[in-house]
């Protein structure tokens, strides 16, 4: 049996968080650069990390009894309550069983409809910037997601309400992350306000919530949107419904965790495409079949823009990470671990293997033709996660993405600005550290 290296971050254990908390994907690269593809590291608490895909199978798979999900995935419970991400046993099978036909193709069909709309009237509205200063664009791929993840939701939803719950979003996930990373920080929030300001946003995104769910009771109406599926929703062997608290938790994780990954997926692809006139022109040329927005069927055939999606997520994963919790003593291939300890599987440095990808920091959609998909490894890229928790809208997220990417790409050129420097912060997804700038054509 081997023994599993450990790598320390710094001279003084006691170092070891804050320059973790300070730039996560550093510390967590000079770790496999030290010790290979699996390394013990020591913050508050032990942790096991790997980019090995042996280790993803195993813990997602193989045994993924023997699994909890990590301890930090907690922090999000006051946010999504007891919805899919944060649920566990037979709760979350239940309730995945409940949630799983809003995702049907013919529902996804129902709801591009939707998405289509949407993204025209954004792309009217891009209008405004071209030849202009240069526009944070990932507060704009965050606009008009969460605008397509409201609506799809809720079916018509203010403006106001729209604009409140994107800046509350961004204010509840820095708390939390700081929250996590930075507990010594507890004390300080209880006085500066921060504590009160996370609460004040709760309640607020419970009272429209619920508003939201009382009124459909209320109006007798059958709408398409997937509210309506949550409502209508029936256990096969009990023939039970959800109660509204169970819709409010499963509505706010819809939201919560899709329209975020689908932005911050998006903004990191335009910058990367600003950069490459070569892959803009193929992707031009795919466009040619439609005029505005594609279509659902249109959609199916723009394959290489499936491609340039699917590169992106590759190089940048919004989903960058995720920890799980051993319940029991476990080993994979030689190595061996205790109960208890917490996993962080890198998905950001599994991407980024050089021991599985060619030029592995090269922007390549040829990574996603035909061939290679065919002689990958099933575990070298898991942008949505793999085995039972797989992610229940991974459709619906590329399916937008392609949407909002195509049409973007078919009307604008898009440009660097130089003068804003643009850096890498893991927050609950990849995040940018300053916003990403870009001039549009």
Request: charged share 25%.
């Amino acid at each position: 049996m081997s023994v599993i290296p450990e790598f320390k971050i710094a001279r003084f254990g006691i170092q070891a968080p804050f320059i973790f908390a300070k730039d996560p994907l550093s510390a967590i690269r000079k770790g496999f650069d030290t010790c290979g593809d699996t390394f013990r590291l020591k913050l508050f608490r032990e942790f096991l990390v790997s980019r090995d895909p042996a280790f993803f199978k195993h813990i997602l798979v193989t045994n993924n009894k023997n699994y909890k999900k990590g301890s930090s995935s907690k922090m999000l419970n006051p946010v999504l309550g007891n919805g899919l991400v944060t649920s566990e046993g037979d709760f979350w099978l239940r309730q995945r069983r409940l949630v799983q036909p809003a995702f049907h193709r013919e529902r996804l069909q129902e709801l591009f409809v939707t998405m289509g709309t949407i993204t025209a009237a954004f792309l009217d509205e891009m209008e405004q910037y071209r030849g202009m200063e240069p526009v944070d664009i990932d507060a704009k791929m965050m606009g008009i997601t969460a605008d397509i993840a409201l609506r799809t939701l809720f079916g018509n939803i203010s403006n106001e309400d729209k604009m409140q719950i994107y800046h509350q979003v961004n204010r509840t996930q820095k708390y939390l992350v700081s929250r996590v990373r930075r507990p010594y920080r507890i004390p300080l929030m209880i006085v500066n306000g921060e504590k009160s300001r996370f609460k004040r946003d709760l309640e607020y995104f419970n009272k429209l919530v619920f508003e939201f769910i009382r009124e459909r009771h209320n109006s007798g109406e059958s709408r398409n949107d997937l509210l309506q599926l949550l409502l209508d929703s029936l256990d096969e062997e009990t023939g039970a419904q959800m109660n509204d608290q169970q819709i409010r938790d499963e509505a706010i994780t819809m939201f919560a965790a899709g329209h975020e990954t689908s932005a911050t997926g998006l903004s990191w692809l335009l910058l990367e495409l600003a950069r490459q006139p070569s892959i803009v022109a193929k992707m031009r040329k795919e466009s040619e079949i439609f005029d505005i927005v594609p279509s659902f069927d249109q959609l199916m055939k723009l394959t290489y823009t499936r491609q340039v999606i699917e590169e992106g997520m590759r190089l940048y994963p919004p989903a960058w990470t995720m920890t799980r919790e051993a319940l029991g003593d476990d080993q994979v291939e030689s190595q061996a671990y205790p109960k208890g300890i917490s996993v962080m599987m890198s998905i950001y440095e599994l991407h980024r293997n050089p021991n599985i990808w060619n030029n592995p920091l090269i922007f390549d959609p040829e990574n996603f033709n035909t061939e290679h998909v065919k002689n990958r490894g099933k575990f070298d890229y898991l942008p949505f996660g793999a085995g039972p928790r797989l992610c229940i809208g991974q459709q619906f997220a590329m399916m937008e993405m392609q949407l909002i990417l195509a049409a973007l790409i078919k009307r604008f050129d898009f440009e660097i600005d130089q003068k804003h420097a643009i850096g890498i912060y893991p927050q609950i997804v990849l995040k940018s550290t300053n916003g990403i700038k870009l001039f549009v054509k």
